[in-house]
């Protein structure tokens, strides 16, 4: 089956750049016609939806993170990885990787674990 891993730091200083990476096993991120995903869930909070990039490469954001948010992928390491820059403390969030079913349908079938990132100076 499909499994998906997080992984980076888990403490972030404000304005620097949070990074994570996204380890998918049990089947590609160039399958079609599936999305990967990051989604996070601030303390208290709901889940967010934060971007994806398809099968094909081609990305897709949050309107309210775009200008800070920037999605790749590495297909010889079957990885994509999230770029987040200039944190704040409210970025801190559990966050995840899924693998989308479509995209503007919010429905996915497996997620990884989730990680935690604390911004903090």
């Known amino acids: 089956q499909v499994q998906l891993q997080e992984s980076g730091p888990g403490l972030v200083k404000p304005s620097q750049t949070l990074s994570l990476t996204c380890t998918v096993s049990?089947?590609?991120?160039?399958?079609?016609?599936?999305?990967w995903s990051w989604i996070r869930q601030p303390p208290g909070k709901g889940l967010e939806y934060m971007g994806a990039?398809?099968?094909?490469?081609?990305?897709y954001y949050s309107p309210s993170l775009k200008s800070r948010t920037s999605i790749s992928r590495d297909t010889s390491k079957n990885q994509f990885t999230l770029q987040l820059s200039s944190v704040t403390p409210e970025d801190t969030a559990v966050y995840y990787c899924a693998r989308e079913l479509r995209i503007g349908a919010r429905t996915y079938d497996y997620w990884g674990q989730g990680t935690q990132v604390t911004v903090s100076s």
């Open positions: 049990g089947g590609s991120i160039t399958t079609n016609y599936y999305y």
């Open positions: 990039i398809a099968y094909s490469g081609s990305t």
